[in-house]
């Protein structure tokens, strides 16, 4: 069965702090995406991976960073942690498909890390 | 910009009572869609997915959705809910790419009352 784990389920940190947050899926998913859930606006794509050392800018990307240095983690930074990056962190996985096609495959899903930022 | 809109935020049903939960999107090209769901303190699970042929989708748990291209709409259905539905349910949609990128709604929280 497809897993994909992620590091802390909850997380306290301070503002100004550097926070790094880790995801690991087992499937060797070429795709990776680091999501924000918060009430009232679902999910939000920050960054993706689409493979190693390869990455783009998603809708809400600032204040984060991400680095891929293995196909199997993926991990989402937060430079200089502000109290309004408070949130749910969702880590997602897909596989590419045929032909490198990634349209009819789902993404999995993380438990998501819950971070709050005082 | 591509946009998915969820209608309702915030259901209340009983126990047999029948569901719909409505989803539009914005985008006019190809598009495969999807429902997921999320269950109190538990990961999001895939419920159905459409990726293309037969409109009308069956998922697990006894819920189906159809996809209207002409109302760029793809709503959620089950015919009578259980108190184990209760749940926050996302619809997406994925432009047809080689990225797999998702738009989600805003979500709809489900609450069924026994």
């Known amino acids: 069965d497809v897993k994909v784990t992620q590091s802390s389920r909850y997380l306290v940190k301070r503002t100004g702090e550097k926070v790094f947050l880790e995801c690991v899926q087992d499937?060797?998913?070429?795709?990776m995406f680091w999501y924000r859930q918060d009430p009232g606006l679902g999910l939000r794509l920050i960054y993706f991976?689409?493979?190693?050392?390869?990455?783009e800018k998603g809708d809400i990307p600032e204040g984060y960073s991400v680095s891929r240095e293995k196909k199997e983690r993926f991990s989402l930074i937060l430079e200089s942690a502000s109290t309004n990056q408070t949130s749910m962190y969702l880590c997602?996985?897909?596989?590419?498909?045929?032909?490198?096609?990634?349209?009819?495959?789902?993404?999995?899903f993380g438990d998501g890390t819950r971070l709050s930022i005082l | 910009a591509q946009s998915v809109s969820q209608h309702n935020h915030h259901v209340i049903l009983s126990e047999a009572a029948s569901l719909e939960l409505g989803c539009n999107y914005s985008y006019g090209g190809t598009v495969n869609l999807f429902w997921y769901v999320q269950y109190p303190g538990q990961h999001l699970q895939l419920l159905l997915k459409?990726?293309?042929?037969?409109?009308l989708v069956k998922g697990i748990k006894g819920f189906e959705a159809e996809f209207i291209k002409s109302k760029f709409s793809f709503n959620l259905r089950k015919p009578s809910v259980q108190w184990s539905d209760t749940a926050e349910y996302f619809c997406a949609v994925m432009r047809s790419s080689n990225t797999g990128k998702l738009i989600f709604g805003q979500g709809t929280t489900l609450q069924v009352k026994p």
């Open positions: 991976s689409y493979d190693v050392k390869m990455k």
């Open positions: 997602a996985s897909t596989g590419r498909g045929l032909g490198s096609w990634t349209g009819n495959q789902p993404q999995h």
């Open positions: 499937m060797d998913h070429e795709n």
């Open positions: 459409y990726f293309s042929g037969d409109p």
